[in-house]
């Protein structure tokens, strides 16, 4: 006796579009792709002198990885000898924190002890049995600008904050304004990516005269 069997046919499914960097920025703005390098370039860096291509599109990169908008200065960076400081405004560091799904609320508490102001920053996560607490002194965060001069319990709040938020989610390779002018005045600024991340990926691509098309965000490898 023969038996037969219909096998049911074999369907592939079609292989979808991948979305660039740069268009996944322009949509989720509503920009035009090949004015957003440019407009960004001119206004997310600090710097008197001409941004590069790599650095420009480091810096999407971790505002894509932390869903941080360059436009509101909640990230920007200084370039500096070949690499990018990305900054974090404090606006940029409570959307995160705020958006971390165990986060479960932060208090502060301020101190005068031996003529040192400090501030003390405790935050909760939903999943931990203990809060982490984090004590910043004004002697030592201190800086001779601006914002210090006139509002330095703020500015002390702002690093507690920043502080304790590293520690509780393991947030890296971002910076605050002050650790960034630190940065570039110790020598060569680079990004440090995230594990995980697909910095160090575009970080290995762009090496040996790769460059990237501002039209839409894609590495060319260098014949």
């Not at 579009?17 to 268009?23: C, D, G």
């Not at 990885?65 to 360059?70: D, I, K, R, V, W």
């Not at 500015?155 to 002018?181: N, S, T, V």
């Not at 005269?209 to 894609?218: A, F, I, K, P, R």
Request: proline share 5%; net charge negative.
């Amino acid at each position: 006796m023969t038996t037969s069997t219909n096998a049911a046919p074999l369907t592939v499914a079609a292989a979808q579009p991948r979305t660039s960097l740069v268009m996944k920025m322009a949509n989720r703005f509503n920009v035009e792709a090949g004015k957003l390098m440019g407009t960004l370039k001119a206004t997310a860096f600090k710097t008197q002198g001409g941004v590069t291509d790599e650095q420009m599109m480091a810096l999407l990169i971790v505002a894509d990885q932390y869903g941080l908008n360059p436009f509101t200065k909640e990230i920007f960076a200084f370039p500096d000898k070949g690499g990018i400081v990305p900054v974090v405004g404090v606006d940029g560091w409570a959307r995160i924190i705020n958006e971390a799904p165990s986060f479960d609320g932060v208090s502060f508490s301020y101190s005068t002890d031996e003529g040192d102001l400090s501030c003390t920053c405790t935050m909760h996560r939903k999943d931990r049995t203990h809060p982490i607490a984090v004590t910043e002194y004004l002697s030592e965060c201190k800086r001779g600008t601006g914002p210090w001069a006139s509002h330095p319990r703020r500015m002390l709040r702002h690093k507690a904050l920043i502080q304790a938020a590293r520690l509780a989610f393991g947030f890296a390779g971002i910076y605050d304004e002050d650790e960034a002018h630190r940065i570039r005045e110790m020598g060569d600024a680079e990004v440090v990516p995230r594990p995980g991340s697909s910095i160090a990926a575009v970080r290995q691509q762009l090496q040996g005269g790769d460059v990237v098309d501002l039209s839409t965000g894609e590495v060319q490898t260098a014949e």
